[in-house]
């Protein structure tokens, strides 16, 4: 449908962005800006990231559950198998993992895997990101690519094809932390991006790839890795209010400050934090952790008094940036990695628009010229 902007009157869409417009109704998060809560089919985000493993929230989102201990175990040996057979795939791959970019490589890399049921659908794409990301970097190192360790669990297998060490507990009870902190959030652009190709019938790997392209998007899936060239600026946190407001001064952003949605600290950049904090006390060193906070600190209050009506503090990036480096994870991968959980709250979206079975087609407003009147 399509309706007419007045003659010569330009047209102010109502809601720009799509700003508070309900295009769907769904089971699987809840965003509270106001007071900053995070909800994920039925848990918020803080008791999720403590109490699961990404195994535990993968059945979570595509059960509606929380799994019992043979459940997870089920999840676990499937998300297995399907790191094999992606890792079987490699040499067919062709120039994918030779592409610059390592989101542009991901997404040309999961166009090779071939559709089928919904169920094998999802399990062999949330298989194969970290495998893809992996071998992509691997390639870039001029290394091998490193064949994926049926004992291992999810986290600890990805640890493991990225750096090539099989990493300690709190290593892999981190990184865990981090993929369910963001396995979902809402209707963001990329999860949008799915459910409209779910919408028109298309298959699971189809929805995936196009969402792909949408977190390719610096506007959405790009911040962490300027957070750390932020952090690297400063260097010292007795610098970090001159630096920021040079940057304010200059018309650029604070990178890692800010969210669209919460009106106070993101919820996930205090579990990612807290995480890190974890890992300084396992003995891991966390040396940009207590300069992060410093900039938090300093960025807050500046925004405060530069704008007093808007509430901009840090969002999940900020604390994912310091969180994965500590991890040893190159800022080159923090995307990949992004969507190697978020594509299990991608692939539970599918599965819930496709149950709605309805085409989403949105209306336009036409604002171009009319035909003239032959003279």
């Known amino acids: 449908m399509s309706q007419v902007a007045m003659p010569g009157q330009p047209y102010a869409p109502t809601a720009s962005g799509l700003d508070d417009v309900v295009v769907a109704c769904t089971a699987l998060s809840h965003i509270d800006g106001e007071r900053g809560d995070l909800i994920v089919h039925g848990y918020s985000i803080e008791s999720l990231a403590v109490r699961g493993t990404f195994e535990d929230v993968c059945a979570l989102l595509w059960n509606r559950t929380w799994p019992s201990s043979r459940e997870a175990g089920e999840i676990r040996e499937a998300l297995t198998n399907a790191r094999l057979d992606a890792f079987e795939l490699l040499p067919s791959l062709g120039d994918a993992l030779s592409a610059p970019d390592s989101m542009e490589g991901l997404r040309a890399a999961i166009a090779h895997l071939r559709s089928g049921d919904s169920l094998m659908d999802r399990m062999r794409v949330t298989g194969a990101i970290p495998v893809f990301a992996a071998a992509w ?206 594509v299990a709250g991608w692939c539970a979206h599918v599965d819930e628009q496709r149950a709605v079975g309805r085409l989403i087609r949105p209306a336009s407003v036409y604002a171009g010229p009319w035909p003239q009147p032959a003279s």
């Not at 018309?251 to 996930?268: E, Q, S, T, W």
């Not at 807290?274 to 396992?282: F, G, H, K, P, Q």
Request: charged residues 20%.
């Open 137 to 342: 970097a691997r390639r870039h190192a001029g290394q091998p690519p490193i064949p994926p360790q049926p004992r291992l669990s999810h986290a600890s297998d990805t640890l493991r094809m990225l750096t090539g060490i099989e990493a300690a507990p709190p290593f892999v009870r981190a990184l865990d932390t981090y993929l369910c902190c963001v396995v979902d959030h809402g209707m963001n652009a990329s999860t949008f991006t799915a459910r409209v190709v779910a919408s028109t019938g298309a298959d699971t790997i189809s929805a995936v790839v196009a969402a792909l392209g949408a977190l390719k998007g610096p506007l959405h899936g790009g911040a962490p890795g300027p957070v750390l060239d932020m952090l690297d600026a400063i260097g010292d946190g007795a610098r970090a209010r001159s630096w920021l407001e040079n940057e304010l001064a200059a018309g650029r952003r604070l990178m890692g400050m800010g969210h669209r949605i919460y009106h106070v600290r993101d919820p996930r950049a205090a579990v990612l934090e807290r995480a890190t904090r974890v890992l300084e006390t396992s003995g891991v060193p966390t040396a940009r952790l207590p300069l992060a906070r410093a900039i938090e600190r300093e960025a807050e209050q500046l925004l405060a008094e530069r704008y007093p009506h808007r509430q901009l503090r840090a969002n999940v990036e900020f604390y994912t940036a310091v969180l994965l480096d500590a991890l040893g994870i190159p800022r080159s991968l923090f995307t990949p990695l992004f969507a190697a959980s978020r």
